[in-house]
Nanobody, 121 residues
Framework: QVQLVESGGGLVQAGGSLRLSCAAS????????MAWFRQAPGKEREFVCA???????GYADSVKGRFTISRDNAKNTAYLQMNSLKPEDTAVYYC???????????????WGQGTQVTVSS
């Protein structure tokens, strides 16, 4: 089992920045790809970005150039730096983990509880 705990959400004005963290713990929590998904009210959960254990990354087109995912393997923690935030980025952001790679929610075995990000116009 892998436990994931997100932190860092909040309210920010359009154009502002936020940094989310996802701390992983539990047996065999190393070696996993860690990802961020988001879900806005009335919409399906969507892929935002992911990073492999070795640092390979992938991003949704909607966040490329604005969001940066990183990780500190010694701390078993992943980060999401969000810049130039837009009102349409408003959603609950979830951290997820999987062995391998994926961009679809069903591919991920472990999930955090989510953290709210609200961007005001």
């Amino acid at each position: 089992q892998v436990q994931l705990v997100e932190s860092g959400g909040g309210l920010v004005q359009a154009g502002g920045s936020l940094r989310l963290s996802c701390a992983a713990s539990g047996r065999a929590s190393s070696g996993y790809t860690m990802a961020w998904f988001r879900q806005a009210p009335g919409k399906e959960r969507e892929f935002v970005c992911a990073i492999t254990w070795s640092g390979g990354t992938g991003y949704a087109d909607s966040v490329k150039g604005r969001f940066t995912i990183s990780r500190d393997n010694a701390k078993n923690t992943a980060y999401l730096q969000m810049n130039s935030l837009k009102p349409e980025d408003t959603a609950v952001y979830y951290c997820a983990a999987v062995r391998g790679w994926g961009t679809i929610p069903s591919e991920y075995a472990y999930w955090g509880q989510g953290t709210q990000v609200t961007v005001s116009s």
